[in-house]
């Protein structure tokens, strides 16, 4: 068998343990020439053992001077005997090779004779990764093994159906990889990807693009309550009751047709109750749909004695409560960039809305990519994750609605810490979280609609999205809690890979997940349209 032959021979199994196979290697040039260069033996490289009925596909972990050798070493080029640890990775029968099992159920026996194992080899066994053995296994060639020169067609399935995080410190090529994977994803499939870019660094990728506070806005009608108490921060009892009240009020406005303020001073309670019933699940319907515009004299006329069957005096005291919900209210909406943003005053015909983007890019069948640059949205008044947040619950509904069953979506969100697990709360009112990213990783498998989230900080995803996530691309990864994040989110994956985190190059990534029975250290390829994100440099002095 080939696989086996004498050719490829390089030592044998002198130890076995649950954690590595030890195994000695009689001639360090033996396995120089085996690799075909002149560097011996490498921590990384791959072999197969031959052990009775099975086989095994291990990699060299460690490599030491053999005790009782010549330890007086000379030079690299001597012959030396060798010992070496190998992590196991896959169980094979010898009768079908390139069929492995999906776990390491057995070991070798001492004595089992170790080969080099060729790329061509790691090749075949890297594309059984995620196969469904159907006809709808997608390969896309995303790099090659760090180790030698084993191309890696990755299953573009077994990568994205059960969500997908790039992550790594700054620099390590999240956003390349992010740009080669949805590049892969629009020349293999049929599939539409809608990307957030926060920094506004995919431009040059083919898209539609809508640049949210320039040539876009969010309708602030679709807001969500929660949404505009972020905003608003509406602070104590009085000032959450006037500010729900006058949000039914104007609603009820809109809802009879009507413009302006509801009035209630000195006015009976009938209409208005005529109106809530009828509309109760509209008025109730947890989303901004009223004319903000009018919502500080509507605070205003909120401000009044109660009874049962209507309103009274005007209450002073109580209006005076609300100075600094009403002095906010004004900021927001007359600030340009949250007027532009949310939409508060009349938009601009040329200024598309978010939605209606987001409805023609899934409706017409023309562009692959929507990507929506939240690059111009202000940080300030947590605008971009409520932004953020309030288009992934739309999306989330959409795929609650079944709109992405029949050809699914893959959302990618660069820089997600920028958006997620974000804590905008204060304990003076009950507060939603900002959870659509959760929502649609906990949810949207089954709807179609599949996550791709980069971030330099794995410890800022929710741990709820982490536990639903199901393949990794990890980078270059420094921060000791940001490794744990990993290690315990993968525990399948061999651990001893995750110590070549700290150490990989620009390009270079470990991919786990699920569906990989054993970790890939890959350099991925460059995307043909890399992301560009220009860094200001500083300027010596003349
Ligand atoms: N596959 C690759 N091949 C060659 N060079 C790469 C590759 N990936 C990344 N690089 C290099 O690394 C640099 C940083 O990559 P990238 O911008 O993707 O990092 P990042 O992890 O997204 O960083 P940040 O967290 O700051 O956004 C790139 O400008 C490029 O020079
Ligand atoms: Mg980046």
Redesign the pocket.
């Known amino acids: 068998m080939e696989l086996f032959s004498e050719e490829n021979f390089l030592g044998y199994v002198h130890e076995i343990n649950p954690q590595y196979a030890g195994i000695y290697f009689p001639s360090s040039k033996l396995i120089s020439k085996k690799r075909g260069d002149k560097n011996g033996v490498n921590v990384g490289d791959f072999i197969v053992i031959e052990s009775k009925e099975r086989g095994f596909l291990a990699r060299l972990i460690e490599t030491n001077l053999c005790d009782g050798s010549n330890k007086t070493i000379k030079s690299e080029h001597d012959d030396l005997q060798l010992l070496g640890k190998a992590e196991l990775l896959l169980v094979f029968d010898i009768t079908d090779p390139d069929k492995a099992h999906k776990t390491v159920f057995a070991y070798p026996a001492v004595g089992a004779k170790v080969y080099f194992c060729r790329d061509e080899q790691i090749e075949k066994y890297i594309k059984k990764f995620g196969a469904k053995d159907k006809e709808g296994d997608i390969y896309a060639s995303l790099g090659k093994l760090v180790s030698g020169n084993a191309v890696c067609n990755v299953s573009l399935n077994a990568l994205f159906q059960r969500h997908c995080a790039v992550v790594g410190t700054t620099g390590g090529g999240?956003?390349w990889t992010v740009s080669k994977l949805m590049e892969s994803v629009i020349s293999k499939t049929k599939n539409r990807i809608i990307l957030f870019d926060a920094t506004g660094?995919y431009g040059a990728i083919k898209s539609t693009t809508v640049v949210l506070g320039e040539d876009s806005y969010f309708p602030y009608q679709k807001l969500s309550i929660s949404d505009l108490f972020i905003l608003l921060r509406p602070g104590g009892e009085s000032q959450k009751s006037v500010l729900l009240e006058a949000v039914r009020s104007l609603k009820i406005m809109r809802l009879s047709g009507k413009t302006g303020t509801f009035k209630k001073a000195y006015q009976q309670r009938k209409e208005y109750n005529a109106v809530y019933e009828e509309h109760v699940t509209e008025i109730e319907d947890n989303t901004c749909n009223f004319d903000v515009n009018y919502l500080v004299p509507q605070i205003k006329e909120e401000c009044v004695s109660y009874f049962p069957e209507g309103w009274g005096a005007a209450d002073t005291k109580l209006y005076d409560k609300q100075a600094s919900l009403v002095n906010r209210i004004v900021n927001l909406i007359n600030t340009d960039v949250f007027n532009k943003l949310f939409g508060f005053k009349t938009t601009a015909q040329n200024r598309v809305s978010v939605i209606d983007a987001i409805e023609n890019f899934t409706a017409d069948n023309v562009e692959k990519i929507l990507r929506i640059s939240l690059e111009n949205v202000s940080s300030l008044f947590c605008a971009k994750e409520i932004t953020a947040n309030a288009i992934g619950s739309y999306l989330l509904n959409k795929a609650r609605n079944k709109c992405f069953k029949g050809s699914p979506v893959l959302l990618v969100v660069?820089?997600a810490h920028q958006f997620m697990n974000k804590n905008v709360t204060d304990e003076r009112f009950e507060n939603q979280p900002l959870d659509a990213f959760d929502l649609i990783a906990k949810e949207c498998r089954k709807y179609g609609l599949f996550l791709c989230l980069?971030t330099q900080m794995p410890r800022d995803i929710p741990e709820g999205t982490l536990s639903q996530i199901g393949s990794f691309i990890v980078h270059r990864l420094i921060n000791e809690r940001d490794k744990k994040v990993i290690e315990n989110a993968a525990s399948s994956a061999g651990k001893n890979m995750l110590s070549f985190l700290p150490a990989l190059g620009e390009g270079e990534a470990l991919f786990i997940g699920v569906d990989f029975p054993m970790p890939l250290l890959l350099k991925l390829d460059k995307p043909d349209n890399p992301?560009v994100?220009n860094t200001p440099l500083l300027s010596a002095n003349k």
């Open positions: 999240k956003s660094e660069d820089e980069a992301p994100y």
